[in-house]
Nanobody
Framework: QVQLVESGGGLVQAGGSLKLSCKAS????????MAWFRQAPGKEREFVAA????????NYADSVKGRFTISKDNADNTMNLQMNSLKPEDTAVYYC???????????????????WGQGTQVTVSS
């Protein structure tokens, strides 16, 4: 069992940056593949980025590639999402998710993830 708490959301102007963090409680954090998803008003939740349990494999949605960077610190039980060159279309509630695994792959499919944070709002003004 793991609990996830996101932080770092806020209001930023287009072109600005934000860093989201996801702090996990419990043990065996290194055994979890993790991801960020987001949900804009009136839209379905969508994949943003994922990182394997060791951090050796990373995957991004095309819409954020080159602008966002995902990282995982197994010693600190934390996953981060550095978001640069933000656009108004990045406005959404951002959720972190985790799934225990013995593998080394990333997972882009939402319903595979077992644990979810409560979400943090990111608003990008034009």
């Amino acid at each position: 069992q793991v609990q996830l708490v996101e932080s770092g959301g806020g209001l930023v102007q287009a072109g600005g940056s934000l860093k989201l963090s996801c702090k996990a409680s419990g043990s065996r954090f290194s055994g979890y593949v993790m991801a960020w998803f987001r949900q804009a008003p009136g839209k379905e939740r969508e994949f943003v980025a994922a990182i394997s349990r060791t951090g050796g494999t990373i995957n991004y949605a095309d819409s954020v590639k080159g602008r966002f960077t995902i990282s995982k610190d197994n010693a600190d039980n934390t996953m981060n999402l550095q978001m640069n060159s933000l656009k108004p279309e990045d406005t959404a509630v951002y959720y972190c998710a985790a799934k225990f695994t013995m593998g080394f792959a990333t997972v882009r499919v939402m319903n595979v993830y077992e644990y979810w944070g409560q979400g943090t709002q990111v608003t990008v003004s034009s």
